[in-house]
C-alpha cells in the first residue's frame, strides 16, 4: 500500500479543493463531503486497454478521474500496459478502475493477480464496455456483474435512482434525464448485486430487459469491492458534474474509503446449468447471449445431470432460464439420482431458438436431502438447453407493519356462494369471462372459500411483506360482514395484522419511488397498496394466470422485472417485498 508520508504531505494540496467541490455539490452531500476530508489519501490504478471497439471518450474519462483525484485526494495512474498486473504492483492501489477496456485484456497469470486482489481486501470499478470485457473468464464474470449483449443509438433516456444512500447516488434526485449509449446485458444482475440505478425502458428504444433493466449496481466480492456503471460511452458524459460526482463516489466506495451497503439481496443462489458434477448424455453447448456464454445442451430423451453441491433440502421452487429449437420436453427435479424421489417437473416449450430464451418454474413438493438431479424426458432428437436454474427454499419474509394491502372481499362462486357474485361485472359470463385486464391465477375464486383461495391469498400477502391486511366491511349483516372473521383467521395464521375499511413494473416502481421520495412523498408512516386483489378496478399484485383463457384480449405480467411465464406471475409480489424491506417502519407506539 501507499507510504502514510507521501499520503500526508498531499493532504494540505486537497483541502482547498475538498473546500471547493462542497460549495458545488448538493446540500445532501455536504455533511458527507465534511467528513471526507478526514479520510486517508490513496491511490487508484485506471485501465484503458481494448481489444475490441475502442471509445474515443476514454482520454476525457482518464482526465476526468486525474481531476476527481484533485478533487478527492487520490492519485491516477492510468495505463494501457497489462504488465501492470502483479501481486506487488496491485498492492500499491486501493482501487482499480476498468475504463471502456474491451475484449480479452489480461492473461491467465494477470487474470489470477486481480482475482487475488480484489478477493483480498481491493476495490474494482467498471465503466460502461467494462461489461464487453473478458467473455471468456468466468470470475470476470461475477466481478462485473453482468456481460453486455447489444445497444440502441445513443439517446436520451431517464434513469431511476432506486437506492440513494450510496455515496456514488445520493446527490441524484430519483429520476435523471440524460444521454448515453443504453445496454442490454446478457443476464439480469439482480440477484447477485446491489442495485442502484435502473432504465426507464418507456422513455428510449432499444431496450431489450423489461420493467427492471439495472444499469449501476455495487456488491462484495471476497474481502473486496466491486461497482459497475454502464453510463459513460459519451465524451460529454466526463464533463457532466452529476455523472462525475457518481464516478467519485464509485472510487472512493471501492478504495473502501466510503462506506456503503452493497450486499446482494437475500435469496437462492443462480447455478450455471453447465457446472453439473456428473451426468448421462449432456455436454457444454456454446451460446453467446447465454450466461458466461454456455449452456447445458444436447439434452436427449432421458439423460440427466447431477450437482452434487446443491442440496434439494428444503427445496419448495425450481426457476430456470431455457431455450429450445427442437422438440421442447420436461425437467425433472429429483433428489439423490436419476430415478430418486421426483419433487417436481417443469415443462420446456419450443423457444424458436438455441439462443432464444424464456424462464420456467414450478412449485416443489415432498421432503428430501440429497444432491439435486436433473433428468430430462420428451421426444425424439434434440429437447431443449439449460442456461441457469435456482433451487430455492420457501423465503422467511420480514412483515413490516406500515406497509398495508387492501383485499376485497366480494367476490363470489357457484361452488360456494351459490352463484357468481361480482366476477360478471360489466356483462361478462364467469369462468372464462370476467370484466378485468389480467385473469386471477386462481381463475375466479370465492371471498368464503377461507382454507382455500383465501388462505392462498394471505399466503401470498405474507410473501410481498406487508404486515397489514385490509379488507372491506359494509355494514351488519352485509355480504362482507358474514364473511370478515373467516378473512381476518387466515390473515393471522400467516402472522399479518387484521384491519377493516368502510366502504406496470415501471409505473409501481415509480408510485413506490414517489411515495417514499421526501421531496414528492414526504415521510409517510405507512404506505398503503390498493390493492391485492381488485381486478375490475384500479390495480392488483395478486398473481396473475400466465397463461389466460384465449379469446378474451387478457393481459400477463409477461417481462415484469425481467420475469416470463409463470416465474412473472408473481412479479408484483416479490417486488413489494423488495419495497417493503427498504421502507422504514416508525417505531411502535
Known sequence: MSSPTRRAARRGLTALALTLSCALAAPAATAQADQDDAQAAFDVLVFSRTAGFRHDSIPAGIDALRALGTQGDFTVTATENPAAFTPANLASYEAVVFLNTTGNVLDDTQQSALESYVDGGGGFVGVHAAADTEYDWPYYGRLVGAYFKSHPAVQQATVRTEDRTHPATAHLGATWTRTDEWYNYRTNPRPGVRVLQTLDESTYGGGEMGADHPITWCHTQGKGRAFYT??????????????????????????????????????????????????????????????????????????????????????????????????????????????????????????????????????????????????????????????????????????????????????????????????????????????????????????????????????????????????????????????????????????????????????????????????????????????????????SIEPADSTPPAGHGYRTYDGAYGRTGPAAETAYLDRTAHWAARFPAPARR
Open 230 to 539: 454502464g453510463l459513460g460511452h459519451t465524451a460529454e458524459s466526463y464533463g457532466d458534474p452529476a455523472f462525475r460526482t457518481l464516478l467519485l463516489g464509485a472510487v472512493r466506495y471501492a478504495a473502501g474509503q466510503a462506506p456503503a451497503d452493497c450486499s446482494a439481496p437475500s435469496g437462492p443462489a443462480q447455478v450455471e446449468a453447465e457446472s453439473f458434477s456428473s451426468g448421462s448424455g449432456v455436454q457444454i453447448a456454446a451460446h453467446a447471449p447465454a450466461s458466461g456464454g454456455r449452456t447445458l445442451g444436447y439434452i436427449d430423451n432421458g439423460d440427466w445431470a447431477a450437482y452434487s453441491s446443491v442440496s434439494t433440502a428444503g427445496a419448495r421452487s425450481f426457476t430456470a432460464r431455457v431455450s429450445s429449437a427442437g422438440a421442447g420436453g420436461t425437467v425433472e427435479i429429483r433428489s439423490g439420482s436419476a430415478t430418486g424421489t421426483l419433487l417436481g417437473s417443469v415443462r420446456v416449450p419450443v423457444t424458436g431458438g438455441w439462443e432464444t430464451f424464456t424462464t420456467v418454474s414450478t412449485a416443489l413438493t415432498g421432503t428430501a436431502s440429497g444432491p439435486l438431479v436433473l433428468r430430462f424426458t420428451g421426444g425424439s432428437g434434440a429437447l431443449f438447453d439449460i442456461d441457469t436454474f435456482t433451487l430455492s427454499t420457501q423465503p422467511t419474509t420480514t412483515l413490516n407493519p406500515s406497509v398495508h394491502l387492501f383485499h376485497y372481499p366480494w367476490y363470489g362462486s357457484p361452488a360456494v356462494n351459490g352463484g357468481w357474485r361480482h366476477w360478471q361485472q360489466g356483462g361478462h359470463t364467469p369462468p372464462d369471462a370476467v370484466g378485468a385486464d389480467f385473469y386471477p391465477a386462481l381463475s375466479p375464486c370465492d371471498s368464503g372459500d377461507f382454507t382455500g383461495a383465501v388462505a392462498q391469498h394471505m399466503k401470498w400477502a405474507a410473501r410481498s411483506g406487508a404486515g397489514v391486511v385490509v379488507t372491506s366491511w359494509w355494514g351488519r349483516g352485509s355480504y362482507e360482514d358474514r364473511l370478515a372473521r373467516g378473512i381476518l383467521d387466515a390473515a393471522q395464521k400467516e402472522g399479518v395484522s387484521p384491519d377493516t375499511w368502510s366502504t406496470d413494473g415501471a409505473a409501481y416502481d415509480r408510485q413506490w419511488t414517489n411515495a417514499l421520495d421526501p421531496a414528492i412523498g414526504g415521510s409517510p408512516t405507512w404506505v398503503s397498496v390498493t390493492s391485492f386483489n381488485e381486478w375490475h378496478e384500479g390495480s
